[in-house]
């Protein structure tokens, strides 16, 4: 288990520690909604959560078969929507491989980024496509 205290600072902005290792993030509301825009906005965490976990995923899958993952980008592209409540909308994701592969890795490596734990943990309405791009 792992516990995060959070204090809400003034002026629509939190701080957030996580009490193992005792880091901190700072989040302010997003320009859209009253906020300064000055830190990632907590749909920005879910978004970079998302992003984050399908590739460590990826990674500790490619650790197994020796393929290394070095070099990957992954891109999240937040979208709200505001009907019939404010809520992230869509994520689409784009997931950039350097290394060339063969097709069953290829597959086994996307299948393991759909399994992360962020991705199966979101609400079916939220959108979620994922380009993957492999080679240079």
Aim: net charge negative.
């Amino acid at each position: 288990m792992v516990t995060i205290h959070i204090a809400y600072k003034g002026e629509l902005r939190c701080s957030a520690s996580h009490q193992p290792s005792g880091a901190e993030v700072v989040t302010d509301a997003p320009l859209d909604n009253q906020g300064r825009g000055a830190s990632f906005s907590p749909t920005d965490l879910v978004a970079t959560a998302l992003g984050s976990c399908m590739a460590t995923i990826m990674a500790i899958t490619a650790e197994r078969h020796d393929f290394d993952l070095a070099g990957t980008t992954v891109v999240v592209e937040k979208h709200m929507v505001t009907s019939p409540e404010r809520r992230i909308g869509k994520l689409e994701t784009v997931i950039t491989v350097p290394g060339e592969t063969n097709p069953q890795l290829r597959t086994t490596l996307e299948r393991a980024a759909y399994a992360c734990p962020v991705h199966k943990s979101l609400h079916p309405d939220v959108a979620i496509p994922v380009t993957f791009r492999w080679g240079s």
